[in-house]
């Protein structure tokens, strides 16, 4: 259906069929035709100051009931590991979680030495990256004395709120 056609559509949405005024129903089927043909989930038309609104919901494509399971393998037995320290849960001790959802910068600009880099020294206030959020540039801080052990994002990458952003040890 090309958008000669539409327009047409639009005519017979106003006038109506021949035997009665109004809204023709066969135009209505036909725009909703032409949202399966096109994959589109909503079209309007307007003509004559009427307009019609069609629309259809997209089923999310999510699978009902359980997922299926391979069937066992059989294996040799692993190694027996050296015994390691207990994992632990939450972030890790001196990590700095990010405040706000936002785009991250590891430097005050472009092609600028980072703020910090693995290793350095830091105190108390210090900047240590910045967070972008809504177009304005928010400075992340030391919350304490310490010194950088890990940068656990990149320059220019998204972060959650709470995200780790670096840890200071």
């Not at 059989?74 to 001196?94: D, H, V």
């Not at 020294?121 to 010194?147: C, F, Q, S, W, Y």
Request: aromatic share 2%; net charge neutral; proline share 13%.
């Amino acid at each position: 259906m090309n958008m000669r056609n539409v327009k047409q559509l639009g005519a017979r949405l106003t006038n109506g069929s021949k035997t009665k005024p109004g809204i023709d129903p066969a135009a209505i089927r036909e725009l909703a035709e032409l949202l399966t043909e096109t994959g589109l989930t909503e079209i309007e038309v307007e003509q004559g100051g009427m307009r019609l609104r069609v629309a259809r919901q997209v089923a999310p494509l999510m699978s009902h009931g359980p997922a299926p399971v391979a069937p066992p393998v059989l294996a040799a037995p692993p190694p027996a590991a050296e015994p390691t320290a207990p994992k632990r849960e939450g972030p890790s001790p001196g990590a700095v979680p990010s405040p706000m959802v936002g785009t991250i910068y590891l430097s005050p600009q472009p092609g600028a030495a980072p703020f910090v880099k693995v290793g350095d020294r830091v105190k108390e206030g210090d900047t240590l990256l910045i967070v972008e959020a809504m177009k304005t540039m928010n400075p992340i801080v030391a919350p304490r004395a310490g010194i950088v052990s890990e940068i656990c994002i990149n320059d220019s990458q998204p972060v959650e709120f709470g995200q780790t952003l670096l840890i200071l040890s």
